[in-house]
């Protein structure tokens, strides 16, 4: 753990404290599933080589903020960077994925079918333990 990361979740605990709902949501979702999903983006394609490779549990958890939050990919990004919980739920990575990293993987995911899949995992997940998602 870098020290930067020691200080931010020192700074976290009162976030913590005060209900973050997000916590929840990370505690709640066996992120396991996710993974094999997001890995068909990266693996066996030899176009992808030269970018550095970003944490599947990243994406996933960026996309879920982007769509729970309504954010544009620049939003996303800058909202990861200020603050605290998002950075919480993201697991307080050293590199935070850059808005035109977010859009390109995404544009990926679409491609292959697999947005779909991985909002229908969540979904399932949610149904499981009686979460209701209300929009408004």
């Known amino acids: 753990m870098s020290f930067n990361q020691f200080i931010l979740k020192e700074q976290y605990e009162k976030v913590k404290g005060l209900g973050d709902r997000l916590e929840l949501m990370k505690e709640q979702i ?9 890995s068909k983006i990266f693996h066996g394609n030899e176009k992808e080589v030269g970018r550095p ?3 599947e549990l990243i ?8 769509g729970w939050y309504g954010l544009s990919d620049p ?6 960077h200020d603050r605290l919980s998002f950075r919480n739920f993201l697991g307080f990575p050293e590199i935070i994925p ?3 990293t977010i859009w390109k993987i ?3 995911l679409k491609e292959k079918r697999i947005g779909g899949e991985i909002w ?7 149904d499981e333990k009686g979460y209701k998602i209300k929009k408004g």
């Not at 066996?30 to 094999?36: A, H, L, R, S």
């Not at 994406?59 to 982007?66: A, D, E, G, K, P």
């Not at 939003?75 to 990861?80: I, K, M």
């Not at 229908?120 to 949610?126: C, F, W």
Request: net charge negative; hydrophobic share 40%; aromatic share 10%.
């Open 75 to 80: 939003e996303l990004e800058f909202q990861c």
């Open 30 to 38: 066996e992120w396991k599933p996710f993974v094999p999903l997001v």
């Open 98 to 100: 850059d808005f035109t």
């Open 59 to 66: 994406i996933v958890r960026s996309m879920l903020l982007q």
């Open 53 to 55: 490779h970003t944490d």
């Open 120 to 126: 229908n995992e969540l979904q399932r997940q949610l």
């Open 106 to 108: 995404r544009d990926k």
